[in-house]
């Protein structure tokens, strides 16, 4: 599905999503078709599947007309031996 569909199907919710297509331009991760896992009935449960969120899905309010996420590097830490 395009997030258009998406919003009118689902307007001013919380939704989960399988991102299915995506592509980058610049430092933004540009979500191109995706499926609704689940609609989330408030902010709170909105939170807590964020933390339950695999690598391909995503949580995201319809309120926004564009899905798209800036990318950052992690940097993981060292442990330093003894």
């Not at 964020?50 to 830490?77: Q, V, W």
Request: with cysteine; charged share 35%.
């Amino acid at each position: 599905m395009k997030w258009e569909e998406i919003r009118q199907l689902y307007p001013h919710q919380w939704v989960k999503l399988n991102i299915l297509a995506f592509h980058i331009e610049e430092d933004r991760k540009i979500i191109d078709d995706m499926e609704v896992i689940k609609v989330l009935s408030s902010d709170e449960e909105a939170g807590e599947e964020l933390g339950k969120c695999a690598k391909n899905e995503a949580i995201y309010h319809t309120y926004h007309e564009n899905i798209s996420y800036k990318m950052t590097r992690l940097f993981g830490f060292r442990r330093r031996a003894m």
